[in-house]
């Protein structure tokens, strides 16, 4: 098979172009240059994609004996994720960045790309497993990236190839050392790629401005702060609201309304929701039957909780067996299967509109 392998720079997908070639597939490296100022873009463990990130990847490509290309694509990744993760907090949601890039780079632009040059498939360093055809989490549950790869269609799935899946982390990093790569003992790359110095707040405050307006505590409709952006809030954050309510019980910011400028706060027991709504969902195989039961992940590093799952005109509706707090507008309500023989299997996704 011809395979285009993404060489990141870092160690999983390293050791996924290795694997991919000794498994006799005929392999091509591409590193994506996805910021305009790539020298900016790595310090330490943040960040990823700098042109030090390209240097590890074309060593890793000459160490293996196969091409090796850098595809500029930083004008479609300024669009299609960094442009969508502004908008979308300036619309008061609260976007997952790397599902994005997965969506409309991974697996949009570069798949695409690489189907029109006569590649069979394109090789990442993900943590998931497909087994045929399915998407499933790894069996290293703490490196999981099944959540921000659900937004993937079958067909996309059918050109993807998962070679870490069924490994786990500490497995990746013996095999990159036996294998004599430099980036075995490399720090994995974390927080998002664009805002390397984790400040997101402060990102957003450049992009978009001073745009003061009321802290208002739900229980009693006052006032009770102001805060210089609703894009510095997420719904059930607790931390950095910057209030000191009289009975001093923590507050949790339960809504967002952007064309007000006005973050509502509230105490635990008024921040748990049973019920959420969410946009056309994708499926990563055939569309199933609704309604069904389930098993739905809210977050990235959240534990999946039982639900029931039913249409709706704008897409579906997940009753939660258990109270959830801190479901935000614009994440990604994961469904997998409910039994615990294959509650492994992503069934599918849709993006939150409301909770509650």
Partial sequence: MRVLAAMSGGVDSAVAAALAV?????????????SPDRQTLRSGARGCCSVEDA????????EL?????????????AADVVEDFV???????TPNPCLRCNEKIKFSAVLDRARALGFDAVVTGHHARLADGELRRSVDAGKDQSYVLAVLTAEQLAGAVFPLGSMTKERVREL?????????????????C????????????????????????????????????????TVGQRRGLGVSVGDQRPRYVLGIEP??????????????????????PTWTGPAPSLPLRAAVQL??????VPCSVEASPEGLVIALDQVQRGVAPGQSAVLYAPDAERGDLVLGQGAVLRAG
């Fill in 22 to 34: 000794e498994a006799g597939h005929d392999v091509t490296g591409v590193h994506l240059a996805l």
């Fill in 55 to 62: 240097h590890d990847a074309r060593r890793v490509a000459d």
């Fill in 65 to 77: 004996g196969i091409p090796f290309y850098v595809w500029d694509l930083a004008e479609r990744f």
């Fill in 87 to 93: 908008a979308e907090y300036a619309a008061g949601r």
């Fill in 176 to 192: 990159a050392a036996e294998r004599g790569f430099a980036v075995a003992t490399k720090a994995d790359s974390h927080d998002i």
């Fill in 194 to 233: 664009f805002i390397p110095d984790g400040d997101t707040r402060g990102f957003l405050a450049r992009k978009l401005g001073e745009q003061p307006g009321p802290l208002v505590d739900a229980a009693t409709g006052a006032t009770v702060g102001e805060h210089s952006g609703t894009y510095g809030f």
């Fill in 259 to 280: 064309a007000t400028r006005t973050v509502t706060i509230g105490t635990a027991d008024l921040a748990g929701v049973r019920e959420v709504r969410t946009g056309a």
């Fill in 299 to 304: 977050r990235a590093h959240a534990a999946a």
